[in-house]
Antibody
Framework: VQLVESGGDLVKPGGSLRLSCAASGLTFRNVWMSWVRQAPGKGLEWVGRIKSNTDGGTTDYAAPVKGRFTISRDDSINTLYLQTNSLKTEDTAVYYC??????????????WGQGTLVTVSS | NFMLTQPHSVSESPGKTVTISCTRSSGGLASNYVQWYQQRPGSSPSTVIYEDYQRPSGVPDRFSGSIDSSSNSASLTISGLKTEDEAHYYCQSYDSGNWVFGGGTKLTVL
């Protein structure tokens, strides 16, 4: 399994950015996908999750990003997205794409990408 | 939502055993599985324990997980410590569609 994030950049407060995650080595359409972020020198923070379309394709978000971030997926090209709007300085972090393993009972990050850095600064 | 509390840091000598705790603030810990992730400097996290005590293939049996319902805590135990075990360790659980990570524990093997 390989997850490759892209799209991280330096953006001003109030700006927007779309992150992408290209997945391979798994049956993407069946997999629930999540974004997890890590601010510099800090711990892991869950951002949100999208279920597979066969399970309804619904999304859940952490409170700090709800209403500003949107997770979507394109199963035709095995790609996950994170649209980030109204960015704040506290959104500065490495953003990881993660995938759940359909064989696991737990809701967890079985696979991780290498991360992409988003820096929000004026 | 609930919180998962871990000690900020632990240290131990090579060859010894260390245990890292993860306490859930509200709700029963046993109601949802607990996972443990290892993150070495400059690397993405990887799973060392899933579903409370299961080990992914490739993770040595020096790593073990357990749950104590009486204290609402999970524990990660690493025996026969090696310098390569030095890393940050995070517990994770979930409830009603939301994931929660513990704050992380820095393990120093000295």
């Amino acid at each position: 399994v390989q997850l490759v994030e892209s799209g991280g950049d330096l953006v001003k407060p109030g700006g927007s950015l779309r992150l992408s995650c290209a997945a391979s080595g798994l049956t993407f359409r069946n997999v629930w996908m999540s974004w997890v972020r890590q601010a510099p020198g800090k711990g892991l923070e869950w951002v949100g999750r999208i279920k597979s379309n066969t399970d309804g394709g619904t999304t859940d978000y952490a409170a700090p990003v709800k209403g500003r971030f949107t997770i979507s997926r394109d199963d035709s090209i095995n790609t996950l997205y994170l649209q980030t709007n109204s960015l704040k300085t506290e959104d500065t972090a490495v953003y990881y794409c993660t995938a759940e393993d359909v064989n696991m009972a737990a809701e967890m990050a079985s696979y991780w990408g290498q991360g992409t850095l988003v820096t929000v600064s004026s | 939502n609930f919180m998962l509390t871990q000690p900020h840091s632990v240290s131990e000598s090579p060859g010894k055993t260390v245990t890292i705790s993860c306490t859930r603030s509200s709700g029963g810990l046993a109601s949802n599985y607990v996972q443990w992730y290892q993150q070495r400097p400059g690397s993405s996290p990887s799973t060392v324990i899933y579903e409370d005590y299961q080990r992914p293939s490739g993770v040595p049996d020096r790593f073990s997980g357990s749950i104590d319902s009486s204290s609402n805590s999970a524990s990660l135990t690493i025996s026969g410590l090696k310098t390569e075990d030095e890393a940050h360790y995070y517990c994770q659980s979930y409830d009603s569609g939301n994931w929660v990570f513990g704050g992380g524990t820095k393990l120093t093997v000295l």
